[in-house]
């Protein structure tokens, strides 16, 4: 599991580092908070066992406890709340970028229930690269 | 830097490997979709109803364990819904680190537009061990603690979703009730508002 933290750390970093390159991947919360659970599972147990995983709870205490738990447990936080910080920004973003293409190339097409979004998949040789790599950050391939 | 950037390579290579391995038997993201997807345009129900029968079958039939079925539970099992077990600690309703991926999971599927502005309630189950009041209560807070993480550290829309406990009243394994089976929370598709 220490290979998941080092490895999203730097995709981080990569993002970071060449904000051009767009296509850098998020990744789903559950990939995200697994990195959570593996590098501070040990002492969640220990110093916030009662702590609950709502409200920014296990977080907090996390925080009020870092002289206590592990290295890896500190540096890892951050990292999982910018994944999922990262991934809900790509979510909240692919409508918009998507919007032309969806008037483009599904006229008719019912909103709601994934409906626009299958379409836009079946069409994805014709939709625009902007949309498609939206749709990769959002998770929704 | 070389050094770190092949780190970062050899690690993807075995993340990628474990994956694939665990492919065949790992929940993933697209099952619960699957499940839920498809609901019916107006469903007749809500969770304040489904917790209410809850408590009225636990009062009107009392004893160890239930000798009679939810009223509801043919109309629940109508629905769209997907079970998944999530452990908490002993007695607690703190939802443990090794099921932090299994929330992440819902919430994961809950944020694709398959699934988005329909309303979904999320039930918790206990074996049948121990008073049934108290399983209700019990099971009531931990399908609280999991609607509140989905709602606040995945940003699910808290309008759409909904929690109650039943307790032991409606046990997936009414044969083994205190089976380990029966410990579970459930979603289910209430269908658009």
Known sequence: MRFAGLRTLFAIVIVAGLPQVASAQTVGFADAIKILAASCGKDITAHCESASLANNGIMQCLDQNQAKVSQQCNADRAVVAGLIQARLAAQAEAPKVCQRDAAQYCKGVKPGAGHILRCLLKAEPSVSKKCNTAIDLAGYR | MNKFILAGVSAALVMSAAAGSQAQTKL??????????????????????????????????????????????????????????????????????????????????????????????????????????????????????????????????????????????????????????????????????
Do not use: C, M, W
Not at chain 2, 91 to 101: Q, R, V
Not at chain 2, 116 to 143: C, M, P, W
Not at chain 2, 155 to 168: I, K, Q
């Open chain 2, 28 to 193: 993933s993201r697209n099952e619960i979709i699957n499940s839920l997807q498809g609901a019916q345009q107006e469903v007749d129900i809500n969770a304040d109803q489904i917790q209410k029968a809850a408590i009225e079958n636990i009062e009107k039939y009392p004893g160890a364990n239930s000798p009679q079925s939810l009223p509801l539970a043919d109309k629940l099992a109508s629905l769209r819904q997907f079970n998944i077990e999530i452990t908490f600690h002993f007695d607690s309703a703190t939802i443990a680190p090794e099921s932090y991926e299994a929330v992440g999971l819902i919430a994961d599927a809950l944020h694709t537009p398959y699934l988005q502005g329909q309303t979904f309630v999320i039930v918790g189950h206990t074996d049948a061990k121990g008073a049934r009041d108290y399983n209700l209560e019990l099971s009531i807070k931990r399908a609280q603690a999991v609607r509140e993480a989905l709602a606040t550290t995945f940003r699910v829309p808290g309008e759409t979703l909904a929690s109650v406990g039943l307790g032991e009243e409606q046990l997936r394994d009414p044969a083994s009730p205190d089976a380990a089976v029966n410990r579970r929370v459930q979603l289910i598709n209430l269908g658009y508002k």
